[in-house]
């Protein structure tokens, strides 16, 4: 059974930076695709960035990101990342990563059970 532990969340200002680990573990991570997900208060849950398990060259951002954030991943260390630079107050919320089935373009997170992810907050 495939176990993901979020972390990395905090305080950031406007223009900082935060990155985001994901810890995957119960299976070949090599062989899995992944995405970040984000909650702001209020609102659904929303797509943020995959990662096909092909490699780097697969990644994609929702448009609202894209030129700021970037998924990564560390096979040897099992660990995804979300690396997020020049932060804007839109992109406050609790953030998730999910295995995810890219179909068509879209990534459909395959997690069942959303539990509670790293909060990223706003401080400006």
């Known amino acids: 059974q495939i176990q993901l532990v979020e972390s990395g969340g905090g305080l950031v200002q406007a223009g900082g930076s935060l990155r985001l680990s994901c810890a995957f573990s119960g299976r070949a991570f090599s062989r899995y695709s992944m995405g970040w997900f984000r909650q702001a208060p209020g609102n659904d849950r929303e797509f943020v960035a995959s990662l096909h398990f092909s490699g780097p060259d697969s990644s994609k951002y929702a448009d609202s990101v894209k030129g700021r954030f970037t998924i990564s991943r560390d096979i040897s260390k099992n660990t995804l990342y979300l690396q997020m630079n020049n932060q804007e107050p839109e992109d406050t919320g609790v953030y998730y990563c999910?295995?995810?089935?890219?179909?068509?373009?879209?990534?459909?997170?395959?997690?069942?059970?959303w539990g509670q992810g790293p909060q990223v907050t706003d401080s400006s």
């Open positions: 999910s295995v995810v089935n890219l179909v068509a373009g879209t990534a459909i997170p395959s997690k069942q059970d």
